[in-house]
């Protein structure tokens, strides 16, 4: 029995409002949007222009869209995919305005719209659902009260009713134990559970259109699968037109009919998402489908996928044999007293040098904490933890100093900004690890002018401050930080994870350059393309397990394990189709051996 | 339809039930963790306070037999006030007679401080109580006013003000007041004091004067305070979401964007109380009124230990309530996880 | 941090007002005209040559008490903020590093502290202990601590949590380097702020007991003072009281738009209009196209 029951989202012939009667298409017939459908949301030649800098930033943006059907937006931060839809929401920043074209909402212009007309319009007509979901909830009132505040609003329910289809709508978003999550704050909630609260406020009245910006991105793939999945169904089910918004591909040929690829403001191609993806004509959308196959996991469906040994890091490997990183039988607990529980539970990894092996494992599954412990930033309760031949497991606070300081194990962070101290400049953040060994100032700047070049960066940027430099910049600037000491072992968690695509590749190409150097690598991050095309050998962990581990290509082309196979089933890629919900809950069933 | 129907009651009785026990659970859990934190206050505040005496050296023969008198005099009078014991008994003493409402007899006149006290009280909590609704109300218009209309001439205009008024002294605003609507216009009695039961009308007349005194630090506080959380929650993506839900502003303002700004509100007028009861000393000198704060004075004046003790004890004790009221208000308007507990 | 603030406009107003009133301080004996103390003939005299802003009630020149009373006001601002930033910014920080005993103690005596009205104590405090402003000044500064404590207590907390410090830790630093390299900065302008909020609060505080004749001996001018003996001959010389009370208003005043003026060139939110101009520098120099809003 499917929680979205017809009688949950589609009450539409008993509709109370009969004054914005729907075209005879926009029912939720067979197929959501025939030829001869009315348009919910057309854009014609769209233009944004920044008043404050008199600059035009959206050159011109046209796509119909009719009931039932899906648009997706493609493009790098930066591209105006983001301001395209605000546009059309009508909640643009100040000094941002709709510069020329038209956005037509329900065949009317919403440039004659009163403030007045667009409240009434949003939520109504179209809604919307964004990135960080735990942000767009007031966190002071229940999640639930705030789906009713909506229907009490927009259709006039009684507090008693509203609640009671507040109720019904977070089941439709097939929230288990609906009543109790209607009660709980934000603060309460995982991400995954907010994105469909989120959505079920979105479509509380029914709009036609559901603008989604990014709103599976930082998601675990599982959820992110679910989340999909349900947009899916309520395009199916209710005939709601979507708007998709994405930096990956992926996601947008999972979801879409039509795709548009945007680059600085500008759409350079736009067409059936298949022709699009498939056989890209425009260089940067051949750019971007390259990068998806390289870090993605299309190629692993063909026999050449993989990453390759090259005679370098075979020769770097053989120089120093032995394992840099020993993890055994590692065991380690949070918190104290009743509140103790195990986070990592019978651990054992190593890595050669030369290698990269990336750690997958989704959100509480204990890989920060693996990392952490490797780091001697969190102490092991059982196991033994063998770094560079030295058993660090039982170090004391002086050891591990001595150690850190000889530089021999680096970490490099997820959140790059946060990660350098944003009063230093660039030069003195990368010289402070060998500050710390005690390497004079004037030897040091030098020494790290030479790691510039390896991670891209020209020396230009040593003198300013982090919040001047883009993402991609700063995270280049955290893994050269990493490098300056000549590491053998270097820590990247989640490395990746808050860039766009070109910045994602540029690092993982310097990571993969890098084993060269006899590097050992661990590389954690719940994205499975970024670590399958980077890493020689994958880890999946799994409620503090790891459940399975080997080389890349083999993971990723025959899993054994019935979590990896969820994992990988839940990536949406290019030309393949994930597993469906039943095969996953299938998978999700299964015991764990 | 009939396969959601049913199970929708159970649900909802479910939410309601469990939302009753939710809002009795913050209520009790605020009350404990207030109590956690102003028993030891208390404990430490007033033992401070009874340390004073045997710091300052005073004793009730001086002020009752002046300076000449005899060494067998005084001991006889400190024997007489059960000086001559140890410090931590006479501590265990004087604190179990102050959880009992006693505060002890004046050293100057012998009278009971305690009758004392609550005379000036119902004087002083009639001044800062309408000094408070003066400051909150004020305090609320001007803020809120300032940060819808920000970065307008309105919204400067308004933070001129508030700047200007932040930097009165309580005594500066009294003697302007007195100066200008007492003595140069004749609109209020200038000082003194009539209970309500004489006549609500002379009694407002005569508390106005003092309560705006003391009001303007409130007033701009809370104007402050409040127009930064205001402005803060608006660039909040909170306020986007509700805005793409389809809500008008005027009830994004109130259900959104006011919630979420009343508390850092709240807690800087909890924070407000203490200086205001320190400033009645000052407006309650200018207008003549005899309050706690006047009462205060003069007996430090005097050197009567055990009437200061007792205004410190008492004063400990409004901030105190003080603060719990505004706790449980707070954990009224916001979920606890925000006030990092 | 200097530099920036006086690059302020406010900051410029604001130190050049409080210099002003500390010079005063150091040589109002000197500068007086007359002697403060010395009485004459011509009470409640008005503005004449010789006392340019005329006489008192005992005919002493009221510019040479006004110059002469700073001093008192100054003094004990002065050494309010001092005392409350010793007692309150070490344990602030020491809070963060010390273990949760000294936290959980250091914690409970700031929530102490903060429930006691410090006027009333101060008031106590000096008829109690001694009738001197400098005792009395060193329990308000105790009582006003927690406001450092809390300060530099959050801005320590924040940075002991930051990725960079975490980094820094993982280079093998010690705590020493860590404090130096990267706490100090980040401490050091919430302080400098609370200071400057402190030394107005502190001007009040002694102003209202110098007012209610509390903590000096009669004869010695200050502010407070000949507010509160100008409150007694309203009705002759209705604008006595308007000279002392705009120095106090005018000193508390550049007090917190000193504060104002630290806290806008300090943090992320300070930082953010220069490097705004430098990045717009930068970018004209790349002649690329940058990212503008778009997606997060």
């Known amino acids: ?593 | 339809m009939t396969t959601t129907a049913p199970p929708v009651t159970p649900v909802r009785r479910r939410v309601a039930v469990a939302g009753v026990r939710h809002a009795a659970g913050r209520v009790l859990a605020v009350l404990a963790r207030s109590a956690a934190v102003f028993a030891p206050v208390f404990l430490v505040a007033t033992f401070v306070t009874f340390a004073l005496r045997s710091l300052s050296g005073l004793s009730p023969a001086r002020v009752q037999l002046g300076e000449e008198a005899t060494p067998e005099a005084i001991e006889r009078v400190e024997a007489q006030w059960g000086l001559d014991r140890p410090f931590l008994t006479q501590y265990g003493d004087w604190f179990t007679s102050v959880l009992h409402g006693d505060l002890g007899t004046s050293w100057v006149n012998g009278a009971d401080i305690s009758t004392l006290i609550g005379l000036g009280l119902g004087v002083s909590l009639s001044v800062a109580t309408f000094a408070l609704i003066i400051g909150v109300f004020a305090g609320f218009l001007l803020g809120t006013v300032a940060a819808l209309r920000r970065t307008t001439v309105i919204d400067r205009t308004i933070t001129g003000f508030v700047t200007v008024i932040s930097v009165m002294p309580a005594f500066v605003v009294g003697i302007v007041l007195v100066s200008v609507l007492a003595v140069g216009l004749g609109l209020f009695p200038s000082a003194g004091y009539v209970p309500a039961e004489q006549g609500a009308g002379a009694w407002l007349a005569h508390i106005t004067l003092p309560a705006l005194a003391l009001s303007f630090d409130v007033v701009a506080d809370v104007a402050r305070q409040l127009r930064s959380s205001l402005v803060g929650a608006y660039q909040e993506n909170y306020v986007t979401g509700a805005v793409v839900r389809g809500l008008s502003p005027r009830r994004i303002f109130f259900t959104h964007v006011l919630r979420n700004a009343l508390g850092p509100t709240l807690a800087t007028l909890g924070q407000k109380f203490p200086a205001l009861v320190g400033a009645s000393v000052v407006t309650e000198w200018i207008f003549g009124l005899q309050g706690f704060g006047r009462f205060a004075n003069d007996s430090a004046q005097a050197g009567d230990v055990p009437a200061v003790q007792g205004v410190l004890v008492v004063s400990i004790a409004l901030v105190v309530s003080f603060n719990l009221v505004v706790n449980l208000v707070l954990a009224h308007v916001t979920p606890a996880s925000r006030r990092g507990v | 941090m200097v530099r920036r603030v006086l690059a302020l406009t406010s900051g410029r107003i604001a130190v050049v007002i409080l210099a002003v009133i500390a010079l005063l301080a150091l040589l109002g004996p000197w500068l007086a005209p007359q002697d403060p103390l010395a009485t004459g003939d011509h009470a409640l005299a008005a503005y004449s040559a010789g006392h340019w802003m005329g006489t008192d009630h005992l005919g002493r020149d009221v510019l040479s008490r006004l110059l002469d009373g700073s001093r008192v006001s100054v003094l004990g601002s002065l050494e309010v903020a001092l005392v409350a930033l010793v007692a309150g910014a070490v344990p602030g920080i020491l809070s963060v590093h010390l273990g949760r005993v000294f936290e959980w103690l250091t914690l409970r005596i700031a929530d102490t502290l903060v429930a006691l009205p410090f006027l009333l104590f101060a008031i106590a405090v000096i008829a109690l202990l001694g009738n001197g402003i400098t005792q009395a000044m060193l329990v308000t500064g105790t009582l006003v601590s927690p406001l450092f404590y809390r300060v530099s207590r959050a801005a320590t907390l924040a940075v002991a949590r930051s990725a960079y410090v975490e980094a820094a830790i993982v280079s093998g630093a010690s705590i020493g380097w860590i404090v130096r390299r990267h706490v100090w900065a980040k401490v050091l302008p919430p302080i400098a702020v609370a200071l400057a909020q402190t030394v107005g609060v502190g001007f009040v505080i002694v102003s209202s007991l110098t007012f209610l004749g509390i903590g000096v001996q009669p004869p010695e001018p200050t502010w407070g003072g000949l507010l509160a003996s100008d409150l007694g001959y309203l009705g002759h010389r209705p604008w006595a009281p308007v000279a002392p009370a705009l120095l106090i208003m005018i000193t508390v005043w550049a007090c917190n738009l000193l504060a104002d003026a630290i806290r806008d060139v300090s943090g992320e939110a300070g930082r953010a209009p220069a490097n705004d101009r430098k990045a717009r520098a930068h970018r004209r120099e790349a002649a690329g196209p940058h990212p503008a809003g778009g997606s997060r």
Not at chain 1, 280 to 303: C, I, M, N, S
Not at chain 1, 563 to 574: I, K, M, Q, W
């Open chain 1, 1 to 593: 029995m499917s929680p979205l029951s017809p009688d949950t989202l589609t009450p539409r012939p008993e509709r109370p409002r009969p004054e914005r009667a729907r075209p005879e298409t926009a029912r939720p017939t067979d197929d959501g949007g025939s030829p001869e459908a009315a348009p919910v949301l057309a854009l014609h030649d769209v233009r944004v222009t920044d008043r404050a800098g008199d600059r035009e930033i959206v050159h011109g943006v046209t796509f119909t869209l009719t009931p039932g059907k899906a648009v997706g937006i493609v493009g790098e931060s930066g591209s105006g995919k983001t301001l395209t839809c605000r546009a059309v929401l009508g909640i643009l920043p100040p000094h941002f305005e709709v510069s020329g074209g038209r956005v037509d909402l329900m065949g009317e212009d919403t440039a004659t719209k009163t403030p007045r007309q667009w409240t009434d319009l949003r939520g109504s007509t179209i809604g919307a659902v964004f990135q960080d979901p735990a942000s767009y909830l007031n966190p002071a009132i229940t999640v639930g009260a705030q789906i009713a505040e909506v229907l009490r609003v927009k259709r006039g329910l009684s507090r008693r009713a509203a609640r009671r289809r507040a109720v019904e709508l977070l089941a439709a978003v097939r929230l288990r134990d609906p009543g109790r999550v209607h009660g709980q704050y934000v603060h309460e909630l995982s991400g995954g559970m907010l994105q469909r609260v989120l959505i079920a406020a979105a479509v509380a009245v029914e709009p036609r259109a559901l603008i989604a910006d990014e709103a599976t991105t930082a998601l675990d793939v599982t959820v992110q699968a679910e989340i999909l999945d349900l947009l899916a169904d309520l395009r199916e089910r209710t005939g709601l037109a979507l708007v998709v918004v994405s930096h990956d591909l992926a996601v947008v040929a999972h979801l879409c009919d039509e795709v548009l690829v945007m680059r600085r403001g500008e759409v350079v191609e736009q067409g059936e998402t298949r022709s699009v993806l498939h056989h890209p004509r425009h260089p940067y959308t051949r750019l971007l489908v390259a990068e998806h196959e390289q870090y993605g996991l299309d190629r692993f469906r063909h026999p050449s996928g993989g990453v390759m040994t090259t005679p370098a890091v075979k020769a770097a490997r053989e120089a120093e044999p032995g394992a840099v990183l020993e993890v055994t039988g590692l065991d380690v607990h949070h918190g104290r007293g009743r509140a103790r529980r195990r986070v990592l539970r019978d651990v054992t990894l190593g890595i050669a040098p030369g290698e990269i092996v990336g750690l997958i494992g989704e959100t509480g599954s204990g890989k920060s904490t693996l990392a952490r412990a490797v780091l001697g930033l969190v102490p092991p309760s059982a196991g033994s933890i063998r770094v560079a031949g030295e058993d660090v497991g039982a170090y004391g606070p002086r050891q591990w100093r001595a150690l850190r300081r000889r530089g021999v194990i680096q970490y490099v962070f997820q959140d790059p900004l946060r990660s350098l101290d944003p009063d230093l400049t660039i030069e003195d953040s990368l010289v402070e690890p060998l500050l710390i060994q005690g390497v004079r100032r004037k030897e040091a700047a030098p020494r790290v002018r030479s790691f510039l070049d390896r991670v891209r960066l020209t020396p230009d940027l040593l003198e300013r401050l982090p919040a001047e430099l883009s993402g991609g910049q700063r995270q280049r600037v955290a893994v050269a930080r990493a490098l300056v000491t000549g590491p053998r072992l270097v820590v990247l968690d989640e490395p990746v994870s808050a860039l766009d695509s070109a910045n994602r590749v540029q690092v993982l190409e310097i990571l993969k350059e890098l084993r060269a150097s006899g590097v050992a690598l661990l590389l954690i991050s719940h994205d499975l393309g970024s670590v399958a095309g980077t890493a020689d050998r994958v880890a999946v962990l799994h409620r503090g397990e790891l459940v399975e581990t080997g080389a890349a290509r083999d993971i990723v082309n025959h899993p054994v394990h019935p979590y990896t196979r969820l994992l990988l089933g839940s990536a949406p890629t290019l030309r393949g189709r994930p597993a469906g919900r039943a095969e996953r809950e299938a998978l999700r069933a299964l015991p764990a051996d």
